[in-house]
């Protein structure tokens, strides 16, 4: 009664306008909460579809293992070698009591593939490094000489075959000894220097090695010359070896140079690691300036001898998957024994269409240095005999350079050829791992180190 008589005292204006009220409210509501929907539904949509952040290349970046610290420590004690240790002498003005030669002549029994003489020759160096006043030379000329491939950085780091020759041919049969692979018991506990002038020794041939660099941070009585190079603080193997990379095998030789320029982006914009210690030299950065702005993440996979197209296959979607989770622009290097392995990981790895695959060129034979050269090379005609097995050779050589530069590794857990490469780049390095009793595929970070 009450509503009827407000409708007949004010009239119907006061109805319309209460409807008009309640309608204005309910749209009111009704778009607020279709506003903030849609704001939600959009903040939902950028963090699912964000782009990813560009990788970082350079010192420091998000898969290098050397911490500021390890750098700093591993830096001093190159600083300290580079300072104290000359192992590059000028006859007769300056001959050193003892020359330490690695050895690989067609008389060398076995010297290996490459990744097996690295190690070999790491060992000889350090063996050098640590007798006092010592130098080191090379003397490998099966298949090729060393030098063909490497310059030592700084020059006075090593020696050559051609020096090696000059105190061979000097030295009386008395003065030169060949040493039996030394087991790690001789290492740690030999008085070697004194066995030397008491035989009046004064050239040492080693090739292969039972025991390792390792063996002689345990040597009681060459501790004053691992404190001279800042040795006795590094706790890793690896470490040992980043050391002797950077002297002996990270500077290509003129020739391999030549060959490995169509790569020089892939390698950062650099073919070799300066020599500059200072953390502060732009130079010092293992990429230039304008490559680290094109946000390239490298990615080196090894297959090696023994994989199976299982395995190779497990191994590329691992590099896709890692690829998919952290960048949008992933280049990955693909390093195989032979051109069908090679072809495998190619195919395989062009279903991701998110991926560039890089590899050294088809024209460059397979073949380890443990293994006869491929005959159907397209040489010059003006080629010298050395020439030709410079490239006969050189795919084995620029392939592990270009490994050893990369941001991230993946390959198998046995192959020595990926873990020389892996301790010189000090990168992330992801190993498949064989199981005789299942044929799954299990993939784990690299521990060996």
């Not at 509503?3 to 319309?16: C, E, H, N, V």
């Not at 087991?183 to 390792?212: C, H």
């Not at 690691?273 to 990429?287: C, G, K, Y």
């Amino acid at each position: 009664m009450t509503l009827l008589r407000t409708l007949k005292s004010k009239g119907w204006a006061s109805l319309i306008a209460l409807v008009l009220i309640s309608v204005y409210l309910v749209s009111s509501w009704d778009t607020t909460f279709h506003t903030e929907k849609l704001k939600q539904q959009s903040q939902y949509q950028q963090q699912a579809f964000k782009p990813k952040s560009a990788f970082k290349p350079g010192l420091g970046h998000k898969f290098e293992r050397l911490t500021p610290a390890r750098r700093q420590l591993l830096s001093s004690a190159l600083a300290h070698i580079r300072l104290g240790y000359v192992a590059n002498r000028t006859p007769p003005y300056s001959t050193p009591p003892l020359l330490v030669l690695y050895t690989c002549r067609p008389d060398t029994t076995a010297c290996g593939s490459l990744g097996d003489r690295l190690i070999n020759i790491v060992n000889a160096y350090y063996f050098s490094m640590l007798q006092q006043g010592s130098a080191f030379a090379y003397d490998m000329v099966v298949p090729a000489k060393m030098e063909w491939f490497f310059e030592a950085s700084p020059s006075y780091m090593s020696m050559n075959v051609d020096q090696a020759n000059y105190y061979l041919e000097r030295a009386e049969a008395h003065q030169v000894r060949s040493e039996a692979p030394l087991s790690s018991a001789e290492l740690v506990q030999r008085r070697f220097m004194e066995d030397y002038e008491a035989e009046r020794t004064t050239i040492v041939k080693a090739s292969q090695w039972q025991g390792g660099w390792m063996d002689l941070k345990e040597n009681p009585w060459v501790k004053p010359l691992r404190d001279k190079y800042r040795l006795n603080h590094l706790l890793q193997k690896s470490d040992w070896f980043w050391l002797a990379s950077r002297l002996l095998f990270s500077k290509p030789a003129s020739n391999l140079r030549g060959y490995l320029e169509p790569y020089r982006e892939l390698m950062g914009g650099k073919l070799e690691i300066s020599e500059s210690l200072s953390p502060f030299d732009p130079d010092n950065s293992p990429v230039t300036p304008e490559f680290a702005t094109k946000g390239w993440l490298r990615i080196g996979l090894r297959i090696g001898k023994h994989s199976t197209q299982e395995e190779a296959m497990c191994l590329c979607a691992h590099v896709a998957n890692v690829c998919r989770k952290h960048t949008e622009n992933c280049h990955v290097f693909i390093s195989a024994p032979n051109r069908q392995s090679l072809a495998t990981l190619r195919t395989e790895l062009n279903k991701h269409q998110h991926i560039a695959v890089h590899a050294v060129a088809d024209g460059y034979g397979f073949a380890d240095l443990d293994q006869e050269s491929e005959n159907s090379l397209d040489h010059s005609i003006f080629d010298s005999d050395d020439d030709r097995l410079v490239r006969d050779y050189a795919r084995t050589f620029m392939d592990w350079l270009i490994l050893s530069r990369m941001d991230r590794l993946v390959g198998q857990e046995k192959d020595v050829f990926l873990k020389t490469a892996a301790w010189a780049a000090q990168v992330h390095t992801d190993v498949s791992v064989h199981n005789t009793t299942s044929r799954n595929c299990r993939i784990i970070p690299m521990y060996d180190w």
